[in-house]
């Protein structure tokens, strides 16, 4: 299990997002706070609050190739 900082501000950062982590085989989730939402949702994420940091769990231990893809997206 691999956790990363994220932060999503607009509407094109979270599709941009959505499109890399639906391209994943394992699961990854967002976890900010008490809400745990599967990061592959678009609705789900729009019920974050974009405005703080977002915790990315990605379900493996070879997440590398992975967070390079969207360091754009790390804080």
Do not use: C, W
Request: no cysteine; charged share 25%.
């Amino acid at each position: 299990m691999k956790e990363l900082k994220i932060k999503l501000t607009n509407v094109k950062d979270i599709r941009d997002f959505v499109n890399e982590v639906i391209l994943i085989d394992y699961e990854v989730d967002l976890v900010q706070g008490r809400y745990t939402i599967d990061a592959k949702s678009i609705m789900g994420i729009f019920s974050l609050d974009l405005l703080a940091p977002i915790t990315l769990i990605a379900h493996t231990d070879n997440a590398e190739a992975f967070f390079a893809k969207i360091a754009k997206f790390s804080v």
